[in-house]
C-alpha cells in the first residue's frame, strides 16, 4: 500500500486540469507523515509554486504545519506571492526567520510589498531586516503610497533608455548591467528624457531584430500609457484590459519614473475585483475563503443573514395585510411564492448583468436607458410567457379562470418591476457612492417580494373576493 502511495505527482501532460489530484495530496501528505524529507523535496519539487500554494490552501492547519517545517530550506519566496491573504499571515509565522530572509530575497519590490501590507509590524520588521538597504527603502516608500493604488502595485526594478540612444547602445547596456539591477522578467525598455519623464516603451521584440545604428526613436510603441502613483489600481487594471498593454510607467508627482506595473499584477487586480463582486453578489464577505475557520465565517456572514431577515420580515408585513383573502382562499398561499421566486429570479439576472457592466466601465451615462429600457422589456415579455403558462395552471389545477387572470396578472407586473430593479438599483447606488455588488442584492429581493406579493394578493383580494 506504501508503495501506492509513495508515487510521483502527474505530470502537467496527466493533470489535464491543471490542479493537483487527489494521489499527489495522498503522496505529499504520507511524505510528511513518515518525517520523510527526502521523499517531500523530491515530490514537491516538480511541482509550480502555486500549485504548492494550492495545496497548502486546500490542506488543515495540523497538517500545514508539519509540511512548512518539515519542508524548510526548500520554502520559495514565489509561494509565499502565491497563497492567499487568508492563510499567508499563518505560513510566515511557522517559517523560521533565515528561511523567511531567504525567500523574500528572491522577490521582486512588487511581490514583496504585496506580502507585507497585510503583515503585523513584527513580520513586516522580520521581512524588512532581510532586504538590502536600497530594496527596503523602496519598498517602505511603496508601502508610504494610498492602498490600492499604482505605487502599490508597481515593481521598482526599471529598465530605462535615455531618448537618444540606438539599439546597439541599448543592448550593450543591458549585457553590461549586472543580473541583480534588473528585472527577473521585462518586456519594454522605458525610454526617459533628461529629467527622467517616459517619453515612450519600446518592446524588445523590435529591439532584438532592428540593426544596432538604429535609433530607440524608430522603434516606440503606438500605444503607451504613463499611471500617476496614486491612480487607483482599479482604474490601471481596467486600462491594461482596455488598451491591451504589457507594461506601463508610474511616475511621481513631479512626472518622474519610479516604477513600471506589469500585465501580470494588472490581471490579478482585475481578478480580484471580479473575485469581489462575485462574493459580495451573494452577501459573502470579499475576504471570505476556503481555509476560514468556522468562527471566522459565520461572523463575516451573519451581518448580511441578518439584513436579509430584516428584508423577509417587510414582506412578510405585506403578507399580513391580506390575511383574509389568504383565509378564504387557500390556492392564494400555494401559488404566492411562485409570484415571488420568479421575479427574485428575473431580478437576479438583471441585477448580475448591470453590476459587471458597471465594473468594466460598459454601463454608461451614454447608454444607461438603453439598457434599462431592455431589461424592463425583456421583463415584460418574459412575463406575458410565463403569465399565460401560470394562468393555465391556475384554471387547470384550481378550476378558476379568475385565479388564472390574477397570477398571470401578478406575474406580468413583478417581471417588469425585477428588470427595472435589478438594473437601476445598481446604477443608482453606483452614482451615490455605494458598492453596487455589495448592496443592490438585498434591494432588489425585497422589491420583488414586496410588489409581487402586493400585486398578487392585492388583485386576488379586488377580483376574488
Do not use: C
Not at 505530470?11 to 495530496?25: F, G, I, M, P
Not at 531618448?163 to 525610454?191: C, K, S
Not at 511621481?252 to 519614473?257: I, P, T, Y
Not at 418591476?417 to 432588489?444: K, N, Q, W
Amino acid at each position: 500500500m506504501a508503495e501506492d502511495v509513495m508515487t510521483q505527482p502527474e505530470t502537467e501532460a496527466e493533470r489535464e486540469d491543471y490542479t493537483l489530484s487527489q494521489r499527489d495530496v495522498s503522496a505529499i501528505l504520507y511524505a510528511v507523515e513518515i518525517d520523510d524529507r527526502a521523499k517531500l523535496i523530491e515530490l514537491m519539487e516538480p511541482l509550480h509554486a502555486a500549485d504548492i500554494a494550492d495545496l497548502l490552501e486546500q490542506i488543515n492547519a495540523f497538517d500545514r504545519a508539519r509540511l512548512i517545517r518539515l519542508y524548510d530550506r526548500e520554502f520559495d519566496g514565489d509561494i509565499l506571492s502565491e497563497l492567499d491573504e487568508s492563510i499567508r499571515d499563518e505560513v510566515i509565522a511557522l517559517l523560521s526567520p533565515a528561511v523567511l530572509q531567504e525567500a523574500v530575497r528572491e522577490l521582486d519590490s512588487d511581490d514583496v510589498v504585496d506580502i507585507l501590507e497585510d503583515l503585523q509590524d513584527a513580520q513586516q520588521e522580520t521581512i524588512l531586516d532581510a532586504l538590502e538597504d536600497t530594496d527596503r527603502l523602496a519598498v517602505e516608500q511603496a508601502l508610504s503610497y494610498p492602498e490600492y493604488s499604482a505605487g502599490r502595485l508597481m515593481q521598482r526594478e526599471v529598465v530605462m533608455a535615455p531618448e537618444h540612444w540606438t539599439v546597439g547602445e541599448a543592448i550593450d547596456h543591458l549585457r553590461a548591467t549586472p543580473e541583480n539591477d534588473l528585472p527577473d522578467q521585462f518586456y519594454h525598455i522605458i525610454m526617459v528624457d533628461p529629467r527622467l519623464h517616459p517619453v515612450g516603451n519600446v518592446t524588445l521584440g523590435k529591439l532584438m531584430r532592428s540593426k544596432r545604428e538604429t535609433p530607440l526613436k524608430a522603434l516606440l510603441e503606438d500605444t503607451f500609457e504613463v499611471f500617476p502613483v496614486t491612480r487607483d489600481e482599479g482604474d490601471v487594471a481596467y486600462a491594461f484590459n482596455q488598451y491591451h498593454l504589457i507594461s506601463a510607467p508610474v511616475v511621481d508627482e513631479e512626472g518622474r519614473l519610479i516604477g513600471v506595473i506589469t500585465i501580470d499584477d494588472a490581471m490579478a487586480v482585475l481578478d480580484e475585483e471580479h473575485d469581489e463582486d462575485i462574493l459580495r453578489l451573494a452577501g459573502v464577505d470579499s475576504e471570505s475563503a476556503l481555509s476560514d475557520s468556522i468562527r471566522a465565517t459565520t461572523r463575516r456572514r451573519l451581518p448580511w443573514l441578518a439584513v436579509n431577515l430584516v428584508t423577509a420580515i417587510a414582506a412578510s408585513l405585506v403578507i399580513a395585510q391580506f390575511e383574509v383573502a389568504l383565509s378564504q382562499i387557500v390556492a392564494l398561499a400555494v401559488l404566492m411564492p411562485i409570484v415571488a421566486s420568479m421575479g427574485g429570479n428575473a431580478g437576479t439576472q438583471s441585477l448580475t448583468v448591470a453590476v459587471r457592466s458597471l465594473a468594466t466601465k460598459d454601463l454608461t451615462g451614454s447608454n444607461v436607458w438603453r439598457v434599462i429600457r431592455r431589461e424592463v422589456l425583456v421583463g415584460l415579455i418574459n412575463g406575458v410567457i410565463f403569465a399565460v403558462v401560470m394562468g393555465i395552471v391556475g384554471l387547470v389545477w384550481f378550476g378558476s379562470p379568475a385565479l388564472g387572470y390574477v397570477i398571470a396578472s401578478a406575474m406580468v407586473v413583478n417581471m417588469v418591476v425585477a428588470g427595472l430593479a435589478g438594473t437601476g438599483i445598481p446604477i443608482v447606488l453606483e452614482r451615490i457612492g455605494i458598492d453596487p455588488a455589495l448592496a443592490s442584492g438585498a434591494f432588489v429581493t425585497t422589491v420583488t417580494d414586496i410588489v409581487g406579493f402586493f400585486a398578487f394578493l392585492g388583485l386576488a383580494a379586488l377580483v376574488l373576493l
